[in-house]
Each structure stands twice: as structure tokens, then as C-alpha cells.
């Protein structure tokens, strides 16, 4: 049997482990609430990315955080739509998720692709 999955994929879209930091709120000396993504890197997910359509950006963007990248993985999804993606020293916040068909046969991310965080 073929597998046609592995078909049309290029060599730099292979699937990548990403790590998943959940997002967790806490206050701080000033009384403020700030957000705090911790994760000791047990926590992962496989997922091919892909640069985000226009119509991606258009349809999945927020006010504030607008979509740069897709990240594609077979089966139900494993993170939420407040945690923290890590590839290496890439970030990727999550700013949508769509379970396509809500069967679990595969999940769509939209991240927004941050520089400035670590």
C-alpha cells in the first residue's frame, strides 16, 4: 500500500515536534495580571508548518494578533487557543483553532509568530 500522505510534501515542510507552554495568569507585585506560559517540554505536538493565506489572515485574525503561519497535525488538538507553541527558537502564539469536520482527524492552528518573545 502507497502512502499518499507523504505524497506532496516538500522537504522543508516536514512534521516538526512543537512544545506546548500552557498559559496561566498571575499577579504581580503591582497588582497588574499578566500572563505566564510555563511547560517543561513533555507536553508536544507533530505538526507541519505553512505560512499563512490571505485569506487566513483575513478570516482568523484578531484585533491585536494577526496570522502569520498554519500549523497542520493529524488527530484531535492538544493545545488551546491561549497556549504558547515552541520550535526551536521560534515562538508561535495560538490565536485560532478550527478541528476540521469536529471528528479528530485533523487540526488546524493559526499562530501569530513572535520575535520579541522567548
Same mark, same amino acid.
Given at each position: ?25 498571575? !499577579? =504581580?507585585? +503591582?497588582?497588574?495580571? $499578566?500572563? /505566564?506560559?510555563?511547560?517543561?517540554? #513533555?507536553?508536544? %505536538? ?20 494577526? !496570522? =502569520?503561519? +498554519?500549523?497542520?497535525? $493529524?488527530? /484531535?488538538?492538544?493545545?488551546?487557543? #491561549?497556549?504558547? %507553541? ?33
Amino acid at each position: 500500500m502507497v502512502n499518499t500522505r507523504m505524497m506532496y510534501v516538500r522537504p522543508g515542510n516536514l512534521f516538526k515536534e512543537f512544545i506546548i507552554e500552557s498559559n496561566k495568569q498571575v !499577579v =504581580t507585585s +503591582t497588582g497588574r495580571v $499578566a500572563n /505566564s506560559h510555563s511547560g517543561d517540554g #513533555t507536553k508536544t %505536538l507533530k505538526g507541519c508548518l505553512a505560512e499563512a493565506s490571505d485569506e487566513d489572515r483575513t478570516n482568523h485574525s484578531q484585533k491585536d494578533h494577526i !496570522v =502569520t503561519h +498554519t500549523i497542520v497535525q $493529524a488527530g /484531535s488538538p492538544k493545545a488551546k487557543r #491561549t497556549d504558547k %507553541l515552541v520550535l526551536e527558537n521560534r515562538v508561535f502564539y495560538i490565536v485560532d483553532i478550527d478541528d476540521a469536520g469536529t471528528l479528530g482527524i485533523s487540526t488546524i492552528y493559526y499562530a501569530e509568530e513572535r520575535r520579541d518573545a522567548k
